[in-house]
T-cell receptor, first 113, second 118 residues
C-alpha cells in the first residue's frame, strides 16, 4: 500500500502562473481533504471532497482556488494566477469515510517567485 | 464549532527526561482527538488517537496521551525523550458522529516544537 501520494514534492511558480497539485488517496479511500500550512503556522482546512463531489469547501479562498476529485484519477488542487502569499506547504489527507483513520501525504511545497 | 490550543509553542528537554506537551480543546460535539508529529520538511505522522474508548491512549515510539473531559485536555507525554523525538507536534480535533467514529474536517493546533538536548 503506497499511502497517500502527492506530487510534485516541490513546485516553483512565477507570479501570475497556475499551480496544479495532485493527490492520489490510499487504495480504498474515497474521501480526500486538502490543508494548507503557512510558514510558522499549523495546518488549516481548505476543502473536503468525495468522488465527483465537493462536500465542504468552507476553508477555500473565494477566488483563484478550486479543487476536484474526479471519478478516475487523482484529486487536483488548482491555484490560478498565483501570488507570493500562496507560498506554503499543501497537504492532502484521505480516509475510508466514516471510519476516521486519516492518512496524510508528504505535502507539496509551493514557492511563488 | 471546535478549536484546539497548544499551550506551549516551544518545549526544550534533555535526552532521557520526561516530555509533556499540553493541549486543550473545545468542541460542540463529542470529539475525536489526535496527535501528529512532523519532522522538518516531512509529512505528518499519526502518533495516537482517541475516539471515545479508553481515556489513556498509547501511541507509537513510547508516546501516550490522556483524555480528561473535565479539564478538556489531551496532553501528550513520554517518560524518556530521545534525540529522534525532536520535531513539531500537532494536537488535532475532529467531531465524532453518533456511531463513535470521527468524520469531517480536522482542526489543528498551532504546533509545539520539541527540542531535545544531549
Amino acid at each position: 500500500n503506497a499511502g497517500v501520494m502527492q506530487n510534485p514534492r516541490h513546485l516553483v511558480r512565477r507570479r501570475g502562473q497556475e499551480a496544479r497539485l495532485r493527490c492520489s488517496p490510499m487504495k480504498g479511500h474515497s474521501h480526500v481533504y486538502w490543508y494548507r500550512q503557512l510558514p510558522e503556522e499549523g495546518l488549516k482546512f481548505m476543502v473536503y471532497l468525495q468522488k465527483e463531489n465537493i462536500i465542504d469547501e468552507s476553508g477555500m479562498p473565494k477566488e483563484r482556488f478550486s479543487a476536484e476529485f474526479p471519478k478516475e484519477g487523482p484529486s487536483i488542487l488548482r491555484i490560478q494566477q498565483v501570488v507570493r502569499g500562496d507560498s506554503a506547504a499543501y497537504f492532502c489527507a484521505s480516509s475510508p469515510g466514516l471510519f476516521g483513520g486519516y492518512t496524510f501525504g508528504s505535502g507539496t511545497r509551493l514557492t511563488v517567485v | 464549532a471546535q478549536s484546539v490550543t497548544q499551550l506551549d509553542s516551544h518545549v526544550s528537554v534533555s535526552e532521557g527526561t520526561p516530555v509533556l506537551l499540553r493541549c486543550n480543546y473545545s468542541s460542540s460535539y463529542s470529539p475525536s482527538l489526535f496527535w501528529y508529529v512532523q519532522h522538518p520538511n516531512k509529512g505528518l505522522q499519526l502518533l495516537l488517537k482517541y475516539t471515545s474508548a479508553a481515556t489513556l491512549v498509547k501511541g507509537i515510539n513510547g508516546f501516550e496521551a490522556e483524555f480528561k473531559k473535565s479539564e478538556t485536555s489531551f496532553h501528550l507525554t513520554k517518560p524518556s525523550a530521545h534525540m529522534s523525538d525532536a520535531a513539531e507536534y500537532f494536537c488535532v480535533v475532529s467531531p465524532l458522529n453518533a456511531g463513535g467514529t470521527s468524520y469531517g474536517k480536522l482542526t489543528f493546533g498551532q504546533g509545539t516544537i520539541l527540542t531535545v538536548h544531549p
